[in-house]
């Protein structure tokens, strides 16, 4: 079942295209990949996919409807969007993930950050750390916990893992591929060759704004 589609998707900023024809159909439980060199329209893709950008012309749909159709609100607690440098506020690591509860007006579950938090293979007395002496693989892991705390459809990762280390990366890559065995939609960008074909069953190749290859792994 498509849950995703891009529909002769054009970007410009000024007079420099960035996105450039561009379809693709997503399935409800693909696992993408995006790859290409930098500058090459791939996480302006992704930006478009999570709803910060719009097309210049041409059609993002959710589960076969506009994007315009949606309160922006409501597409975007269907779509979960994390980047490479994650931004984490107040204080403390507990502070970060309340605020998903904060937003929807729900109690703290702190038996669901536990057990997400041991999925990511961090203890819950981190929850009392401070964010700003977190390691880098910490921060990342925190910000894809806040991420996920309210099950999105689909999770849009742009290169979340490529300032970590190796081991930091496995366990995200491995709790990513658990969660896609779940039905949760992941679209991940990523400039590593080896990674890009881990645990997706789909790579896309984006070349100067334009989509040049789909290869079913």
Known sequence: MQILSAVKIFYEVGDKQILDDISLSIEKGDCISLI???GSGKSSFLKMCSYLISPSSGTMNYNDTNFSDYEPITLRQELSYCTQMPYLFGTTVKEN???PFIIK???????????????FQLDRHLLE???AILSGGEKQRIALIRNLIHNPKILLLDEVTSALDESSSLVIEK????????????????HNMEQSTRIFNKRVQFENGKLVNLEVL
């Open 36 to 38: 290409g060199s930098s």
């Open 129 to 131: 750390k401070e964010v």
């Open 97 to 99: 993930l309340e605020f």
């Open 175 to 190: 709790y990513v591929k658990e969660l896609n065995k779940t039905g949760t939609t992941i679209l991940w960008v990523t």
């Open 105 to 119: 007006k729900n109690p703290f579950d702190i038996e669901k950050v536990a057990q997400l938090l041991e999925a």
